[in-house]
């Protein structure tokens, strides 16, 4: 399917990182250090993102995928929904990076 928008398309870098995770791990594993790609998808007029998949890095490098504990955020209110998540979660949106708009990736 040919999307008419999207934000952040895949890059070799992120084909680079997709290639060489390790694994998987919670929002909440305190290895995590960052943040590297969030990935959400919907229709046009639908109302609501899908998560698609998440992206981490660990302290020592190692490229993980990252497991939420959310699967569907507002289109209206993405930072909210992200924070509030966040919070929940016990962690900090902002300085894992999940708000930055180069982490976000958005096609719909």
């Known amino acids: 399917m040919n999307y008419p928008h999207e934000t952040n398309p895949m890059s070799d870098e992120v084909l680079e990182v997709r290639?060489?995770?390790?694994g998987s791990v919670d929002l909440?594993?305190?290895r995590l250090a960052r943040i590297t790609?969030?990935?959400?998808v919907s229709d046009p007029g639908f109302p609501m993102w899908?998560?698609?998949?998440?992206y981490?890095?660990?302290?020592?490098?190692?490229h993980v995928r990252v497991q939420l504990p959310w699967y569907q955020f507002s289109k209206r209110?993405?930072?909210?929904?992200?924070?509030r998540m966040a919070?929940?979660?016990?962690?900090?949106?902002?300085?894992?990076?999940?708000?930055?708009?180069?982490v976000l990736s958005k096609i719909w």
């Not at 790609?37 to 959400?40: A, H, P, Q």
């Not at 981490?56 to 190692?62: N, V």
């Open 50 to 54: 899908d998560l698609s998949y998440c």
């Open 28 to 30: 909440t594993d305190s």
């Open 87 to 102: 919070i929940e979660a016990g962690v900090h949106a902002k300085r894992l990076g999940m708000l930055d708009e180069d």
């Open 19 to 22: 290639n060489s995770l390790q």
């Open 77 to 83: 209110h993405l930072r909210r929904d992200l924070v």
């Open 37 to 40: 790609r969030l990935r959400l």
């Open 56 to 62: 981490g890095q660990l302290r020592d490098g190692t």
